[in-house]
Every structure is written in C-alpha cells, then in structure tokens.
C-alpha cells in the first residue's frame, strides 16, 4: 500500500515535472527571444495608438459575443498596421484555433511567442493547440513551460495534469498526484481539485490521501441535496474497503452530480474552462499601455443650471415628464395637472383628475406604444379611472378607451399610476396598474387594441412603485414593487406569463423608492432600494441560499424630512464619466423638507458614491432625460408654485455619451418583439469600460467618459434574441435581426466537392412544450421522421457517406436513433418521402412514383400566373400573400394549380409539392391566440367540380416540415370523371412554394432498401454557420464551410449533456437512451459506402431519425432547462420537472448520468460575454 505524496497544507512544494520544465524555460525562452527584434510600437498620442485601440477591443468584443467575421476583419487589420503588439496575434490565433484552423492559429501564436517569449498564455495556447491537433507530447511541453513560467496558471497546471495522465506512463498517475497538491496549494479546499485528486489517490492505491480527501469532501457537504449525499455515502463507504481502488469510479460518479450545484461548478472553473471555451482572449496589450478599464473620475465640479420652460402656459402643473414619441430624436416635454394633458409639440387633451383631484405622481402618465406602431400612445391613470390615448401624430392624439373592451370597474377606478412590461414575453406591452390597495392589476395586451385584467401578483395589496428588470441573470424580467404599505415585494419570472414571490432579507423588508441598475458592474442588474432609516442598499440575487446579498451604498442625510414626502430613486449616468450615478427625488412637497429638489450621488472610478454638496433642480424633480439629444442630461420638476423648469448638468470635464435607440426591425411579418424592445437590456463597451443598462424606454443614454465611442453594444432583446452592433458613434440607432431563434437541427452531406447543407434535420415535429395558445401545450403526435437524400446530395468518399447534423438555434436535442437507407430502384421512378409535420402524424414510408411530370398551369390566388415559378426546383418561390402581424401567419391565400390532360385515370396520384414554412413559435402562438386574431390554418386542398364550384377534398394537411421539405399529397380517387384536374392549395400560414409536381403512383414497383447503422458518431463542439437568405421569400440557408461563431451565442438550456466523443451506443436502437445535443454541437455521422447499384438502377436515400427537440422560447412550457426528460410513452409535457433522480429515463438508465450524460452545460458563458478573458 503506498502512502507517498501526504502533504501539510503549508508546505508548497512545485510537482517534480513543473521543476523540470522550469530548467527548460530559460534556455528556450532566450532561444526565441533571440530570433526577434523589436519593432518600434506607435506613440499612445498618435492616431495609430487610436487606430490600433479601436480594431483590438472591436476584434476582442466580436470574439467575444459570436461575430467571427468581424473579429477577422478588425484583428487581421491591427495586425497588419501594429505587427510588434503580441496581444494582437494571440487574439487572431485564438479566433483560428476556435475555427479549428490549426496552421493559422499555430502561425500566428508562434508569431506573438517571437514578441513575448515568457509569457505563460501563449504557451497555454499552444498546449491547448497541440492537444487538439492529437500531438500530446506537444501540448505537453507546452503546457509545462506555461506552468514553469507561472505556476499560478491553474488552467495550464490542471491541463498539463490531465495530458500526463492520459499518456499513462509508469509515473503519470503520481505526476497528476503532485499537480493537483500544487493546485491545492494555490486553492486551498478548492471542490473540484480535492475530489479528483481523492480518485487519483484511489487510483494510485494510496489510503491514507485518500482518506484526507475524503474527509476534506464531507466538510464541504453541508447542505447537499439527497442525491449527492448518497453519492458521497458510496464514496465513504469504498474508500474504507479492503480495496479502495474501486473508490476512483465512486469519485467520477459524485462529481457529476455534483456538477448540478453553482459552488462546484466555481470551484470546477478555476482549474479548467467549460468545453468549447478553452481560449479565451487577451483583454489588455502586452507591450503597448492599454486604456483604463475602470470609468472616469466623478466630475464633482458639475453644476444644473435652472432653467424655465418656454411654452408652458400660466397653468399650476403638477406633473412633467419626457416623452420619447417615436424613438428618434429629442423627446418632448409634457406638463400636466388633474385636468388636462399638455405636451410641447402642440397635443392637448383631458386627464382624468375628477372632481377630487389627487396628487399626480411620475408614474401617472405612461408612455407606451400599446399597438405596436412604433408611435408612443399614452396612458392616463388618474383618480377618476384610465383613458387610452392614441398616437395620431405628434399633435394628435385619439381616445381609443372604449376600445379596449375593459369592463367600467377598470375604466372608473382610482389609480396612483401605470407601468409598462411584456407580462408573458408575447411581444407585445401590457400595463401594470398601481392603487393605494387591492389585488393588483395587470392589463394584458391582446394585440388586437382590446386588453384583459389579469392578477399574476397575489397576495400583496396596492402597488406604490414598480420595477420591471431582470434581477437574477436568466433572461426574464422580474417584478420588483412597494406595496400599498410600503413593504417590498419580489416577483421572479417563471415564464409564460408566471411569478414567484421571492422573500427579499428582513432588513430591506419596507422601502420608499426602488430602480434597478448594475451597481457593482458585474453584469447583472440589481434592485437598489431606499429605506425608511434613509440607508441605500443595495440588493443582488445570488444562487446560493436565502437568495440575496446586500450592500449599504449610501446615506441619505436628515432621512426624516428628506423622506418626509414621495420619493423616487432613479439611476442615471448624469455627469456621462461611465458609471451610474443615483438621483433621490422629492415629488411631493412637505412641511418637514428642509430642502428642495434632488439628491444627487455620483459614483466614481472605484464604484463608490459621494452625495453633490447640496440638491440640486427644482424644488419637485419628476423626471430626468437627455431632452435636447446633446449629453446633457436634464432633470425636469414643478417650482413650489408649479411652474415647469428643467435644470441643465453643466459638466466640467467635456466627457463623452451615446444615446443608443432599440427598435424591433418591423410591425408585420414578425412581432416577436415589442417595438422598442421593452423588458430587454444593453450592454455596452468602450475599450475595457463595460456598462449595464435595462431597457426601459425608447432611448438610452450611456456615460462613456474619455472613449469617444462604443467598441460594441450588445442588446439581448425580452423574448431572448441577441445582437451586436460594433463601433457605434453617438446617438445610434439599434434594429432587431429578424432571424429565426428556433426551428431545427440542420442535416449536411458530402455531395462530392463539399459538405452542402441539405434540408432541416429531424426531429422536427416532436416539440417538448411547444405553446398552441395562451393555455394549451401541444402533445407529441410521433417521434420518427424519415427525410429523403437525393444521390447527387450524397456522395461517397473514401469508404464511407459523411452526414453532419448540427446545432445551431436556441435548442436542445434528444436523438434516440439514426440510421441511412438506402433506395435503389429503377431508372425512370423516383423515390420520395412525406415530410410533412401533420396531426395525426404522417407514417414513416417510401413512396415509388414514376418520373415526375410538371404541372400544366398555376395562379396564384389574384390572378397572376405562377407557373414558371412552380416549374423548376431552382430556389425562387413563389410569394404571393405579403406579411401578417405575426411571424409565419398571414393572410389567407392559395395557389390554384392545372395538372392537365395527362393525368392517369386509374391508379395512385400524387401531389408533390417542395417548399419551406417560416414557422411561428410559443410566444407567437400566445400571442395570436388572444384577443380577435384569426388562428393558423394548415394546408388544405381543394377540388373543381364538373359545375365549376370549389370543395374541400382534403383537410388538415399539415404544413412543410421546416425548410427543403417535400409534401406528398394522395389525390387518388378526387377527380371524378368530366370534372378538371385542377385544385388548390389553401392555407394561411407563410409557407412558400418552390416546385409542384404530379407523378403516378408505383406500388407494385420493386425497389432495394438497405439499411444503414453509422459506423462512427462523434459528438463535438463546433459553432454556428454562417446564415445567408437570397431574399426574404427565401428560407435562411447555412453555409456548411463559413463560420460566424465559436462561442456561445444563446442562453443555453441547463442541465446534463451527452459528453463529447463517441455516442453510436446511443443511437442504436429506439429505446429512449439518447444522445442530448447543444447548440453549437455537431454530430458527424459516417455509414459504410454501399457497392454501386445495379445496371439500369438508380440510387437515393432516406435519413431516418427518432428523437424529440425543446426550444427555449420564453412561452414554451418549463422552457428553462432540458428537462424533464422525455421517453415514448409520455406524450404531453406540461407538469413541472422534479429533480432528475425522479425523472423516468434516469430512473431507467442511470449508467447514462455515469457513463454518457456528464457535460453539465449552464448559460454563464452567455451572460459574461463581454466580461470573458484570460488571466493577465
């Protein structure tokens, strides 16, 4: 029994293989310096240095957020103009080895390592390289001299570890021994290294480490879930036996439950990076001095200049505000009192104040584009009820209440004010209610102009403020509020339409004023709240229990009469140095204030806030906005008598700003967005000086400080769509990308020069959760799709058929079984299959027709001939029908086709009929589904009488199972004798038509079909294709050879994924084990090549797949992670999942969850995008 390697924990000893390649370090680090001369780097006051600035932090953020194209653009040009900067060629050759180039990347690492020889990453680079080039000794060696240069570097430490074992030489396992002590030395109780280096131990023989391992485990054990500890007790239990070694699999087995709780998961991160993000970039130059990453100083010399405002009538107001009419230029100013509306570009119109008026408050008038016209309406909440008021013009504006369809008991109640929020991610904005008491309200919008009373937040009574903002980083918003006595309130969002109170720590349980903002500039929003005791705290969801975090930010001086009125808190960058600054506001008057107008903090370089010396703006502030569109921001308020007036920031230091507008890109066609993305948030980033901000408005002022732009903003819109837009100058606008989020893998074939994308893979239609309206979820109707391969789209080489299945939407897939046919069959038939997605589902078959015939005529349902169009297979489709409200649902339409003369009288007919859907999704379904929409129609198909009159012969035909699809129709017997040979295809979803064919039906025909099993399945990550769309009557079609991404791109669904590698176990047979893919996975297929068909024969082939897909589309039932889990004998998803040891497929295959489903996949990446680096 060995007991070598038990070390106290002060002793710091370096592993005998690190001293070693430290010998090694200095004679090769001299050998390469001495091949490089240094190059004379610009002056940080040239315009080079600016140049050169602004390409490497727009290469770093494309990186960084998924654009590769640009990253190569904008690297390869720094490059090229600063060739003695090795940060530069570190970046490029990462971005290469991401693409799995690996000669560029080992050139360009190479050529940063001639420029900085002792720099510990490029070596790190270099191993990970090597390592995916299969050239272990390589990565080795260079894992080693990362290591010897820095033995800090963990990641280079645990890969050189993890290398050595896998070479299993006599002393690899006790070279790992001395590594993962190293790392314990560096990370003392670090999870992830006790646990691995306990199975080492075991591995090795060596009891006694094994035991202090163990024993350092259950320390950490507090708190696990039964699952775990069970997991531990088997650890426990074999590391006491006669023969420990059996102990190293009891460790594997714990660690991937483990892997469910975030602390291991921390743990884990600190000695390796998630699969897929190896090489992560450099975020600051190595030889030139790189730009603060911190924001400005404060400017504390600032002062306001109080101002009146002109036009504003001799009325006594007792509101104003800025209003954002259209999103684009300066917004106006409105004024208003208990009777009236007035606003600066001409509107005037009744409030409704009633005859005992109350105090107006901010949130009294809302502003709101309600019908999604990209025009703010207005909504009035007074004392005496609601009033819509509809955006005609600037100056007009139309009362639209009676519209609405809300009963007189909403209309005629008494209301303190009014907040937008997209209520059930639908796309379009519903309206949060605030009373003084009473279960709150909240008026969902039907997208029709009608809106229905909803109560998702029980249990609370009234609603004084209300703050609508993603608090714990899952891509919802939450429901912050102060309820009618004052107490706080949290609402987290569960999706679709769902909330969960969220007890918030006593010590913030009442609060006088709230907003969100990131305040520690972590990336996540959080909630900052003012107490009675006049204390600003800061509060943050964390994952850990009870949930919360808190922080005192700041203190209000003299808190009684500071606080002796209303208050509100907002969060602003007012003096533009890049941080957010806090401004109190009195808005209404009291005997005890001492003072008048605002209190202003403003946060400086080291996040810390400090009180203006005295407030400032009028003695009520109601609102503060960049009104003039010029950086200044203005704080609008009501003197004591009334009057209007806004007060100027005067800023000492000329810092910079942005004004960014978000705008969905379209109103038809698509709403999958409210207009200007409403419940969304934007992140910015000058240089190194990230930013924060949920989006609450049309508008968005950012503080830049000294960067005189925006290296990226990156927006992830409510219903969890993301954009990037790159080096924006001032006041730019924002569109939406309309792309699809969710559809379907994509299938790949090698058709004999390069891998081509073929058509949407399966599965297609066997949706997990797919929303059919507001209260329904659909069941699966099947779970085999067979999809015809025509032979010039698959061609052998090498042996074998190369199949690719990727990937690449905001999806998750679980595939049973795959296998290829393969149709051999007579020269003058073809093949087909039905690819249709219809309820009840199509059976899985192989059709033999003869050669198919063009059809004789076509027009589409006005008349204009669409023959030529439906003749040829060649890509232009046939789009006749324009756009509806909604993302794939328009309106009705048909095409009307002629077969001609000659058609068989007797015997099977088909319709074959290729095309594409763009499909809708969840959120769209829910949308449509309220209000007075017409509801999506599938394919129906018609036929002419002898009388000339039209009938339905065939209904509810389904629709193209995503795109490249064919529709195999069964006219058999529809043409009674005398009668046309003509019919329609009616529907009114979008779905575009590319080829109609007919053919005469072979059954009798005999064809050979061989079926195929993979003779190799890898699973491995690869990115995202490049997207391109002819026009948009064309489908989105990737391109198999380009790239855009390397990196996360969505928010992935979390839990356990198939691991990496070989997975034909798997997809062996339909037997509810499967392999459970990622976006940005791929899947590579190879069946052995069958010998060629016979003379006289032709060849064709079907993929055959059985498995299911789940979206994470906001509105798709328990969207949120991959479970639960689905099997075959469950058909309908919608009750909540439990924990995965309940599921029935664990339950059935655990050796799954110890053998094959061990890659824990969370949405981190995703969220810390722009925050994503290499230790420097």
């Not at 023969?243 to 699999?249: G, K, Q, V, Y």
């Not at 023959?867 to 297979?873: E, Q, V």
């Not at 509810?956 to 329609?984: E, S, V």
């Not at 899947?1083 to 797949?1105: C, E, K, N, Q, T």
Request: proline share 7%.
């Amino acid at each position: 029994m060995k007991t070598q390697g038990l070390l106290p924990r002060h002793v710091v000893r370096i592993p005998r293989s690190l001293r070693y390649l430290i010998a090694l370090v200095s004679c090769a680090v001299v050998t390469i310096a001495g091949c490089h001369r240094g190059g004379k780097l610009p002056d940080q006051n040239s315009e080079a240095y600016r140049d050169v600035v602004s390409d490497f932090y727009v290469g770093l953020a494309a990186l960084q957020v998924g654009d590769d194209v640009r990253a190569e653009s904008t690297l390869s040009n720094a490059a090229k103009n600063v060739p003695e900067e090795p940060a530069i060629w570190v970046n490029w050759g990462i971005l290469a080895l991401r693409q799995r180039n690996f000669d560029a990347a080992a050139e360009r690492l190479n050529r940063a390592l001639q420029l900085a020889s002792r720099n510990d990453q490029i070596y790190y680079l270099l191993g990970v390289l090597e390592s995916d080039r299969g050239n272990s000794q390589a990565a080795i060696t260079n894992l080693g001299l990362a290591a010897g240069l820095n033995p800090k570097n963990v990641w280079a430490t645990y890969a050189l570890a993890s290398e050595i074992e896998r070479q299993g030489a006599p002393d690899s396992d006790l070279q790992y021994q001395h590594v993962l002590q190293h790392i314990l030395v560096i990370y003392p109780k670090n999870l992830a290294a006790t646990l691995d280096l306990a199975r080492i131990s075991a591995k090795m023989g060596n009891d006694p480490l094994l035991h202090a391992m163990v024993k350092d485990i259950e320390a950490q054990s507090t708190g696990w879930p039964p699952a775990i500890q069970q997991q531990l007790t088997a650890l426990q239990a074999a590391s006491t036996a006669p023969d420990t070694h059996p102990a190293a699999t009891r460790t594997i087995f714990l660690r991937n439950v483990l892997m469910q709780l975030p602390q291991f998961r921390a743990s884990l991160a600190l000695l390796k990076p998630a699969p897929g993000e190896e090489a992560q970039p450099l975020t600051h130059f190595l030889k030139l001095p790189s730009p603060a990453s911190t924001p400005a100083p404060a400017d504390r010399s600032m002062t306001f200049a109080a101002q009146p405002i002109a036009n504003s009538g001799n009325n006594r107001w007792d509101w104003i505000g800025a209003i954002s009419l259209t999103g684009e230029g300066a917004p106006v100013v409105a004024t208003a009192n208990s009777q009236k509306v007035q606003l600066s570009s001409g509107a005037e119109f009744p409030f409704p104040g009633g005859s005992k008026p109350a105090p107006l408050s901010p949130e009294s008038i809302l502003s709101i584009d309600f019908n999604y016209d990209f025009k703010m309406d207005l909504v009035l909440a007074g004392s005496d009820g609601l009033r819509f008021m509809r955006q005609d013009s600037p100056t007009a504006f139309t009362d639209v209440t009676a519209a609405t369809k809300l009963p007189k008991s909403i209309l005629d109640a008494s209301y303190t004010g009014a907040w937008a929020v997209d209520i059930e991610a639908d796309g379009d904005l519903d309206i949060v209610l605030g009373t003084a008491s009473g279960l709150p309200t909240v008026l969902r919008n039907n997208g029709d102009g009608t809106f229905q009373p909803i109560h998702p937040f029980a249990g609370i009574s009234g609603i004084r403020q209300f703050v609508w903002a993603d608090l714990n980083g899952d891509g919802n918003p939450d429901a912050s509020l102060i309820d009618g006595e004052g107490r706080l309130h949290v609402f987290l969002n569960q999706r679709s339409g769902n909330f969960a109170a969220q007890a918030v720590p006593d010590s913030v349980s009442e609060a006088r004023a709230i907003t969100a903002a990131d305040i520690d500039r972590d990336g996540v929003l959080d909630l900052v709240v003012v107490q009675p005791s006049g204390t600003i705290t800061r509060l943050s969801a964390t994952e850990a229990a009870p949930g919360w975090s808190t922080s005192n930010i700041a203190q209000i001086p003299d808190p009684t009469a500071s606080l002796s009125g209303a208050v509100r808190l907002r969060a602003a960058d007012i003096d533009n140095n890049g941080a957010i600054d806090l401004i109190l506001m009195q808005v209404t008057s009291s005997p005890l204030s001492t003072s008048a107008g605002a209190l202003v903090w403003l946060a400086d370089e080291s996040g810390s806030f400090s009180l203006m010396k005295a407030p400032v703006g009028p003695a009520r502030v109601f609102d503060i906005s960049d009104i003039s569109a010029d950086g200044h921001m203005v704080l609008l308020g009501l003197t004591a008598d009334g009057q209007p007036q806004k007060a100027v920031a005067q800023g000492t230091k000329n810092y910079h700003w942005q004004i960014i507008r978000p705008r969905a890109r379209q109103s038809t066609g698509d709403q999958r967005i409210n207009s200007f993305g409403i419940g969304g948030e934007i992140e910015i980033r000058s240089a190194l000086l990230t930013q924060k901000q949920p989006i609450d408005g049309p508008q968005l002022h950012f503080g830049l400080g000294e960067h005189s732009s925006s290296d990226v903003a990156r927006i992830v819109w409510p219903n969890g769509s993301v954009r990037a837009e790159f080096a924006l100058k001032a006041d730019q606008q924002v569109l939406t990308e309309q792309r699809l989020k969710g559809s379907c893998p994509f299938l790949f074939a090698w058709n004999g020069t390069r891998m081509d994308f073929v058509k949407d893979a399966v599965p297609w239609g066997s949706a997990l959760g797919l929303r059919i309206n507001a209260l329904g979820t659909a069941s699966i109707a099947a779970t085999e799709e067979w999809y015809k391969i025509r032979g010039d789209q698959l061609v052998p080489h090498d042996g074998y058929y190369d199949l690719r299945i990727t990937g690449e939407l905001w999806e998750t897939y679980y595939y049973d079984h795959l296998a290829l046919m393969a149709i051999d069959h007579p020269a003058g038939t073809d093949i087909f299959t039905d690819e249709r997605f219809v309820v009840p589902a199509v059976k899985p078959a192989i059709t033999t027709v003869s050669t198919p015939q063009p059809i004789a005529h076509a027009v589409d349902d006005k008349g204009n001939d669409a023959t030529a169009t439906l003749r040829d297979l060649d890509g232009k489709y046939l789009d006749n029908f324009g756009r509806g409200q909604y993302q794939g649902v328009t309106r009705d339409h048909y095409v009307e086709i002629d077969l001609g003369n000659n058609i068989p009288t007797e015997g099977p007919l088909y319709l074959i009929a290729k095309g594409w859907l763009h499909p809708s999704d969840s959120s769209i379904n829910v949308a449509i589904s309220q209000g007075s929409h017409e509801m999506p129609r599938p394919l129906s198909l018609e036929t002419m009488d002898s009388q000339g009159h039209w009938h339905v012969a065939r209904a509810n035909l389904g629709f193209p199972a995503g795109r490249k699809k064919i529709c195999l129709i069964d006219l058999t017997g529809l043409f009674p004798k005398d009668a046309p040979h003509k019919l329609r295809l009616r529907t009114n979803l979008e779905v575009y038509w590319d080829q109609i064919q007919w053919a005469r039906g072979l059954p009798d025909t005999a064809i050979k079909v061989t079926r195929i099993d993979p003779s190799s399945a890898d699973l491995h990550y690869r990115g995202y294709s490049v997207i391109h769309q002819a026009n948009p009557s064309s489908p989105e079609v990737p391109d198999y050879n380009h790239l855009a991404a390397t990196t996360q791109i969505w928010r992935d669904l979390p839990g356990y994924y198939t691991r990496y590698g070989d997975v034909r176990a798997l997809l062996a047979q339909t037997d509810d084990r499967y392999v459970i893919m990622n976006a940005g996975d791929e899947m590579s297929l190879r069946f052995p090549a069958l010998a060629p068909p016979h003379a006289g024969w032709v060849r064709d082939y079907v993929i055959a797949g059985d498995g299911w897909i789940k979206d994470g589309d906001y509105n798709s039932t328990y969207s949120a992670t991959i479970q639960p889990l689905p099997y075959h004998a469950r058909k309908l998803y919608d009750t909540p999942p439990g924990r995965l040891e309940t599921e029935w497929v664990y339950r059935h295959h655990p050796e799954d969850w110890q053998n094959y489903q061990t890659r824990y996949v969370t949405s981190d990446s995703f969220e810390k995008a722009l925050r994503s680096s290499a230790v420097q």
